[in-house]
């Protein structure tokens, strides 16, 4: 049993015993930026993608409907996707009930949104592109700069060979055929300031989203994106000139690129031959840190200390299989629900749309059964892959709703069953009092949502079956989920919000979940909002 295990429980009981440092209050004045910045590198803009067709979001919600073309990406699909997942798209004014609100109109206090959502608002993931000589741009090593849209070149030269040698010779085939790849790493310290030891919990479910984003843009072009979890995470950090105890490498996202013949390059053109000889080419462009104090969590560094360990000791595929979700027992009170269907939505605006609803609910206009079949049956879809369930089909995620205001569903607790596509009760009679006692924060009136769903993940199973580096795959898990859920309420039009925030333990005393191991990780409130807000026309995309 080794540390990531003791976290979990730690993560679990967090709401009844806080963890170290308990006295710790951020320095806000001294927060870090939302990005990182490398000053005196050059910078080439990217094309925003506005000239592609409209994709359908449906395609990438409901992924088991969805077939990849033979193509792969080019310049202006890698450019879009990357410009709606992770770009700034527009500057959040809204009037809601967070707590950030009286900063809002302040430019240095702007909130920013984006296609993906980030815990806390703070987006600690850098996307970092290896790119070889099939690509558009000259080989090297690029940061995708946010604020500009654009990527800035850290080093010159193919590294693609060294990235796939880190990957393995065991790595799934479509990362040892190609010369394009996305790493995403993370800062620490861009989370850990405001919320300390938690903090490796929120990143973990960060990466989540972002990949999730991507595997739903890329589906719904037709195209296909999946992440390598397991690699040489050490020499992956040497590649790109930073500390693994500040900035942790959690993912490697191949790209199949389009040109000649079937989108693949051919593993001789990629350079399989040896290419260890001499050490390492590295980024010598350094991140400029803005806070003046950076403090290591004793906690993160023994979490990243653990996930590393093992690093590049691929679980088998079918690995996960113990600690896949438990069935939905047959028998018991059922409520059936319409078949999923969504509408005819573009991908890009889905993403534009998705914000987070922060006390607009509106308990007198009641979510449709429909609309709650669909948003559960994308998020009972949703897989965050990776080598141990290479086709995504292995179901990790159990879905709960707790049912305030839902037509023709009486209140209650209920558990989604996606075999049968109907809803078994839980708990019977109104939830909204408990809901709203197991939350930490003021920004949600949770009875006012339609309803709240609740996704659990077999955390310790998780554990027990690849070992520590699963915690990053559970929590992941868990982000995708969200994503998913934030991306299919904005396709219904649907107000929305995830949180992070309550007493985990108490959702598992009502729920019966002792012993399971099912570790309730978010809630997920959903419903319409209040129609004619206060807002602003805040677009810059």
Known sequence: MGYAHEYADAVLYRGRVPMEPADFVPDWPDGPRRGKFYPGVESYALPDGDDLPDAPAWAGLLPRSAHPSPGGFTLPLLSAMLKDSYGLTGRRLGIQANSDLSGLPFYTHANWSRGTAGGGGLYPVGVYWASGPSGPLTPGIHYYDVQRHAV????????TARVREALGPDAPAEALETDQYLILGVKYWQTAFKYNSFGYHVVCTDVGTLAQTWRIWAAAHGLRTAPVLWFDEPRL?????????????????????DGDGDGTVPRTAVGDQAVADGPDPAVRHRDVERSRTVIEFPTVLSMHAATVAGAADRPAPGALAPAAARP?????????????????????????????????FDAADPVTPGQLSSVLAACA??????EADPDGTL????LYAFVNHVQDIAPGAYVYDPDAG???????????AF?????????????????????????????????????RLAVGTAGAVAQTFYLAASALSLGAGVALGFDNVSFVERLGLEGTAEAPLLIMPLGNERPGPADFRHEIA
């Not at 950090?237 to 690129?257: D, K, M, Q, S």
């Open 395 to 398: 179901r990790q995620v159990r």
């Open 422 to 432: 109907d809803l078994a009760l839980v708990v019977p009679g109104p939830q909204g």
């Open 152 to 159: 800035q070149r850290l080093s010159t030269g193919d590294v």
């Open 328 to 360: 939905v027992p047959a028998g018991g009170t059922r409520v059936p629900l319409p078949a999923p269907d969504f509408p005819e939505v573009p991908v890009r605006r889905v993403l534009r749309g998705r914000r987070s609803s922060f006390g607009r």
């Open 435 to 471: 809901l709203q006692e197991n939350y930490f924060l003021a920004n949600y009136n949770l009875e006012q949502a339609g309803v709240v769903l609740v996704p659990t993940v077999r955390t310790k199973a998780v554990l027990d079956a690849v070992g520590d580096r699963g915690y």
């Open 237 to 257: 950090n040497g590649l790109l000139g930073t500390v693994g105890e500040e900035e942790g490498v959690f993912a490697v996202v191949p790209l199949r690129w």
């Open 381 to 386: 879809a949703t897989s965050f892959g990776g």
